[in-house]
């Protein structure tokens, strides 16, 4: 059973978050062979604030 936890940002629209599990499903499929009704996708959003990269606490502001 294939799961996926993808972790973003906060702000995506409900329709964002539909295509984004729509395209990792299809790709788990394309790619695997696995069957999509096994697939689970788990989408956790994080505070911009609480992001950091390259070493960095993010500052807050949606990039």
């Excluded at 299809?26 to 609480?50: A, F, N, Y």
């Excluded at 960095?56 to 990039?63: F, K, P, T, Y």
Aim: net charge negative; hydrophobic share 35%.
């Amino acid at each position: 059973m294939p799961y996926i936890n993808l972790q973003i940002t906060r702000g995506a629209t409900r329709q964002q978050k539909a295509q984004l599990v729509k395209e990792f499903t299809e790709s788990l499929v394309r790619v695997l062979g696995k069957k999509p009704e096994h697939t689970h996708i788990v989408i956790q959003e994080i505070e911009h604030s609480d992001w950091g990269f390259a070493g960095e606490l993010s500052d807050g502001e949606q990039a």
